[in-house]
């Protein structure tokens, strides 16, 4: 089974802090995603990756940036984290660049919390 | 650019009568559409996903759902709702951005099942 985890279940931190979110997956998917999941808003794309090293900004880019040094890895960066920025975070992985249906897989997500 | 309708941002329903949860899209192509589920303080489950095959898509835990291209409508529905079902369900549809294909979200519908 596909495994993607994040670095934290539940996160505190302070305006202006930077913050570090972190997920990893174990099945060499070329691609990975960063959303916030708001209520009554489903989930918004932030970032993707779709190869190490390799960034695209999603629909919600201000505010963050990402990270992928190896191909298993995407960080999401909160520069100075504001309250708006309250909210869920899940990542997800999938395969590369093929045809339409393919399934992303989703780690359990972080609930942020900025105050 | 395409869109998904979640009809319900909430349905309820007892213990063994049926479950739909209603979707519509908007696509300018033939779609690649899925149904995830979310239980509390989980991540993301694909239920189901069609993509171009069978019009009546059969997913896990029981669900299925039929793909109408005439009434641009991807429901999701159950026979028999268990309370295991109570979740939140998001309809997808998956939109070909060059060489990748980005999931754009629906609302979520939020599903109880009352004893």
Avoid at chain 1, 82 to 88: A, D, L, R
Avoid at chain 2, 46 to 54: D, G
Wanted: hydrophobic share 35%; charged share 20%; proline share 3%.
């Amino acid at each position: 089974d596909v495994k993607v985890t994040q670095s934290s279940r539940y996160l505190v931190k302070r305006t202006g802090e930077k913050v570090f979110l972190e997920c990893v997956q174990d099945m060499d998917h070329e691609n990975m995603f960063w959303y916030r999941q708001d209520p009554g808003l489903g989930l918004r794309l932030i970032y993707f990756s779709y190869d190490v090293k390799m960034k695209e900004k999603g629909d919600i880019p201000e505010g963050y940036s990402v990270s992928r040094e190896k191909k298993e890895r995407f960080s999401l960066i909160l520069e100075s984290a504001s309250t708006n920025q309250t909210s869920m975070y899940l990542c997800a992985s999938s395969l590369g660049l093929a045809g339409g249906g393919n399934e992303q897989f989703f780690g359990p997500g972080t609930r942020l919390t900025v105050l | 650019a395409q869109s998904v309708t979640q009809l319900d941002s909430h349905v309820s329903v007892s213990e063994g009568t049926p479950v739909l949860l209603r979707c519509n899209y908007s696509s300018s192509y033939s779609p690649s559409l899925f149904w995830y589920v979310q239980h509390p303080n989980k991540g993301l489950q694909l239920l189901l996903k069609y993509t171009s095959a069978a019009t009546l898509v059969k997913g896990i835990n029981g669900f299925e759902a039929e793909f109408k291209k005439s009434e641009t409508s991807f429901h999701l529905t159950k026979p028999s709702a268990h309370m295991s079902d109570a979740a939140e369900y998001f309809c997808v549809v998956s939109e070909k951005l060059g060489g990748y294909n980005k999931l754009i979200f629906g609302a979520g519908t939020r599903l109880a099942v009352h004893p």
